[in-house]
């Protein structure tokens, strides 16, 4: 029988080791190369203790249902056993932790869930065996048990998580198992995807593939080469004689060249021995970041997503990107309003399904212009005015609707001395001056409209020597002639 003295110093014991290896192994630190060898066999030698206390709380059970009877030494000796293999594992867990490469947050929680269950095994026999009045309690027992199983369930998933990413063992659960942990889809968690609006591309996505791969040798705290990547500064401060990021050219890039070589690479970074390859997706967004100018600042929003890239994020969570006046948050109209003005012959559209801008059709322009279009002033994005009675003078109400992008002034008896009033508007895409009286002297003011992506000057007294001026002015503006293309 195993007495509550053996019980007592056997906890006693345990609980010394324990003390010695956290405070003895420190997780930054570097192990030779044999305990590395024993750190890697951790995930197998830690399924011993698991199963040794798994049949310790099955007997348990079976005793208390009286379904078999097993002595109570029997399970002690499970118990003993247990708590002993649990800290052969935590030790090949800590030397493991030294070859770097895992997530501090989560190796931290899986490490003291480690100890935690390690230490109740031993303080279980000692419940088990002890004569005092406390311990006898049925629910002395009922928590241990508990609180071991929960142990050995949320420490097997942070375990899950430090290897395979997070999400790993509840990924075919049912859904109260993943509700329980807490667990939602990794996928959408890893990125700041949500607004790419203001989000930039090196803070929401890059910082968190360099904190994840490269900051435990890396960090703030670098031991490698005095090399930082765990931030911005750190980043723009590593100097060498290769350059770690060359803007617009990844392949010059000392970062992208080493994350790009073949697994088993003597300069392949991450090292293997530390943590696992980074994977092809990974290597893609920081080639594309860096093809971007490697820029801090820019935005999600205002870069170019190839194909491939798109496919990554969306992946992540990535959504539809909404740009422009897309991307503000506009009041819904007022129903009534709009009813009103509808009355007095002003064609209001809503844009599309579940957005509040709106495109406005006049034929009269006094009704477009009048008092009661101000509280649309916020939503009218396309207005069409073609055909109607408009002139350069009403031109300077634009301004009354910030957030127009298009404006049809076609067939219209306007020369084109009014649209200075088009260098307030900052979201203007699309012109069309079909038909109308405008000529090279009015060009300047269209010129100063670098937002344009669309003009139509077909039948105008536009010169070739003014379109071509206006081409040069507006590179990436499609300006429409009416000329057939080859």
């Known amino acids: 029988m195993i007495s509550n003295r053996f019980a007592k110093w056997n906890l006693i014991a345990i609980s010394a080791l324990l003390l010695l290896v956290y405070f003895g192994i420190e997780t930054n630190g570097r192990s030779p190369e044999l305990l590395r060898f024993f750190g890697r066999l951790h995930p197998a030698i830690v399924h011993f203790p698991i199963a040794i206390i798994t049949l310790a709380l099955i007997l348990a059970l079976l005793n208390r249902f009286r379904w078999v009877l097993i002595p109570d030494n029997v399970i002690n000796i499970c118990l003993i056993l247990g708590s002993w293999t649990g800290v052969k594992a935590i030790l090949a867990g800590s030397w493991l932790a030294q070859t770097g490469g895992y997530p501090a947050d989560i190796l931290f929680l899986h490490k003291v869930i480690g100890y935690g269950a390690t230490s109740l095994c031993a303080a279980s026999v000692f419940f088990r065996t002890s004569h005092a009045a406390m311990f006898k309690k049925p629910i002395v027992g009922v928590l241990t048990w508990s609180l071991m199983v929960i ?12 290897t395979h990413g997070k999400g790993y063992v509840t990924q075919y659960a049912p859904g109260f198992v993943v509700s329980v942990l807490g667990h939602s889809d990794p996928m959408k968690e890893r990125f700041d995807l949500s607004e790419p609006g203001i989000t930039t591309i090196f803070e929401g ?54 994350l790009s070589l073949p697994e088993g690479h003597e300069d392949q970074m991450p090292p293997p021995l530390r943590a696992k390859p980074i994977s092809f997706a990974d290597v893609e967004l920081i080639k594309w970041w860096i093809s971007e100018g490697a820029s801090f600042e820019q935005l999600i929003s205002d870069s170019h997503i190839s194909t491939t890239v798109g496919t990554i994020l969306q992946a992540y969570g990535l959504g539809e990107i909404r740009t422009g006046v897309f991307a503000l948050n506009i009041p819904v109209p007022d129903s009534a309003k709009v009813n009103a003005i509808r ?18 059709t006049c034929k009269v322009v006094s009704s477009c212009f009048s008092s009661e279009m101000d509280s649309l002033s916020q939503q009218v994005t396309w207005l069409d005015l073609r055909g109607s009675d408009v002139t350069d003078s009403d031109l300077n109400k634009l301004s009354s609707f910030p957030h127009l992008t298009r404006i049809n002034l076609s067939d219209t008896s306007i020369n084109g001395s009014g649209l200075a009033a088009l260098g307030g508007l900052a979201f203007l895409e699309y012109l069309n001056l079909y038909d109308t009286k405008i000529s090279d002297t009015s060009l300047e003011h269209i010129t100063a409209v670098k937002t344009l992506t669309a003009v139509y000057l077909w039948q105008t007294a536009v010169t070739p020597e003014g379109i071509s001026m206006l081409r040069a002015a507006l590179p990436d503006a499609e300006i429409d002639t009416g000329e057939l293309k080859n």
């Open 151 to 162: 142990g050995l369930v949320v420490g097997g998933d942070l375990g899950g998580q430090i």
């Open 205 to 258: 996505i890059i910082l968190p593939i360099l904190t994840e791969k490269c900051s435990s040798c890396h960090g703030n705290s670098p031991r490698e080469g005095r090399l930082n990547l765990a931030s911005r500064e750190g980043i723009k401060s590593n100097k060498g004689d290769d350059p770690l990021i060359v803007a617009a050219k990844p392949e010059e890039s000392l970062l992208f060249q080493r």
């Open 343 to 360: 009355l007095k012959g002003v064609g209001i559209d809503i844009l599309a399904e579940g957005e509040n801008l709106v495109a406005v």
